[in-house]
């Protein structure tokens, strides 16, 4: 064992003769405890609600969707598809058409977001999970139905059982509005019966309705086989990255081929920027709470000064001495952050298993604030912490070497 860990450790470890002293140093050991506890909570918080939201997207996003980089609608050859469904891994490629339009339904309109679906949606059971009333299907012996959104449904005030008055779809008529022909042909209008309830998560509950793919195209006057996009369903454990870029490969650059995390891209990126933003605004907290640890090495440095011309006697060197100091305050702020990392795990487990800390939102789809402990930010704080301990001790580490090397060996 070298002197400087020999020595540090008896400073640490035996009380100090100043009763203040040992107060800072305590105080300092508690402030850095409860920083990192809280850091570590407050990272894992926003983990659980990244992993929520991809949990929350995988009910009803697909794995893989195609989007023109140019149009908003296109078309695909029958041999472009036969491609893609004979790559390894893919197992159901469903058309999609989705655009906005106005529904009249007892007096009440609202604008939503129309879906048109065909059988091979229904076919993969995608969103059965989520239907809360009704039946799963949007064609029954050639009459269009709509499975709408719970929000829509409840604002329109909708009922099964009022077949005498369908919900009217109105959408704008592109070429009477080219000509400004406001007439009573500016606007398509087709009709539709509800057929269930899906409850998903409440932007889709508010906007969404699920119709008749080509009843989507007849109220859009779309192309026989015009869509918005497509989506790719995936066999389980299929390394989607490599069928996205087979899926490409077919393709070309006119078109995009994204995966689940890349159609929410911005709203990821904005929970991981403000997960950045907290770590960078709780390091800065955990800095100022460092100032104890400063005060304590100053004082514990005026306190041995005897003892540091001791060592002087017996041939202690100036970067022996600076180590004894920095030593001495990784052993105090580390002391205070193994304790903050087990009480933030063990909290963080306790409020992932029991759900203790309600979230407080009538009607959500969680009842508790989310945890997700990951390794990583355990080790991010660690480096915070050390970091911040060696700034902290720098200067009474050097004011500990000047007052035993530049100043007389006796008082």
Do not use: C
């Not at 009217?168 to 009477?176: F, G, I, R």
């Not at 100022?288 to 306190?303: G, P, R």
């Not at 990392?341 to 309600?358: C, H, K």
Request: hydrophobic residues 50%.
């Amino acid at each position: 064992m070298s002197i400087s860990l020999f020595v540090a450790k008896r400073y640490f470890f035996s009380p100090f003769k100043a009763s203040f002293i040992t107060l800072i140093s305590r105080i300092s050991m508690i402030g850095v405890g409860v920083e990192v506890m809280a850091l570590v909570l407050i990272l894992s918080v926003f983990n659980g609600l990244e992993d929520f939201q991809k949990g929350l997207f995988k009910t009803f996003d697909p794995d893989l969707t195609i989007v023109s980089k140019t149009d908003s609608r296109f078309s695909f050859q029958a041999t472009q598809l036969n491609s893609i469904a004979k790559i390894p891994g893919v197992r159901s490629i469903q058309p999609i058409l989705e655009d906005q339009a106005l529904i009249r339904y007892n007096g009440k309109q609202l604008v939503v977001t129309l879906k048109g679906i065909d059988s091979s949606f229904i076919a993969s059971k995608r969103l059965k999970n989520q239907v809360v009333d009704g039946e799963y299907l949007v064609d029954y012996e050639g009459h269009p139905f709509g499975m709408v959104g719970a929000g829509v449904f409840m604002a329109m005030g909708m009922n099964f059982e009022d077949s005498f008055h369908p919900i009217e779809a109105w959408y704008p008529n592109q070429k009477a509005l080219a000509n400004f022909q406001i007439t009573q042909d500016a606007a398509n209008q087709k009709a539709f019966f509800p057929s269930a309830v899906l409850q998903v998560e409440q932007t889709f509950d508010n906007q969404q309705i699920l119709v008749p793919l080509q009843w989507m195209r007849e109220l859009t006057l779309s192309d026989s086989a015009a869509v918005s996009r497509f989506d790719i369903m995936l066999e389980e454990g299929v390394n989607e990255v490599q069928v996205q870029q087979s899926i490409q490969q077919i393709l070309g650059s006119n078109f995009g081929v994204q995966t689940r995390d890349q159609q929410h891209a911005i709203l990821l990126r904005a929970i991981k920027i403000e997960k950045l933003f907290v770590f960078i605004l709780m390091a800065f907290i955990m800095g100022i709470a460092s100032f104890t640890l400063f005060y304590a090495l100053s004082l514990l440095v005026i306190e041995k000064r005897k003892d540091l011309r001791t060592l002087l006697a017996m041939g202690i060197t100036q970067r022996q001495l600076l180590r004894i100091f920095l030593l001495v305050g990784l052993f105090i702020s580390f002391s205070g952050a193994v304790v903050g990392m087990g009480l933030g795990f063990t909290l963080g487990w306790i409020q992932q298993t029991f759900g203790i800390i309600p979230l407080g939102i009538p009607n959500a789809l969680i009842d508790a604030y989310p945890i997700q402990m990951e390794w990583l930010d355990f080790l991010m704080t660690a480096l915070v912490v050390i970091v911040i301990t060696f700034l902290a001790s720098i200067i009474p580490a050097r004011k500990a070497v000047q007052m035993t090397f530049n100043q007389p060996k006796a008082d």
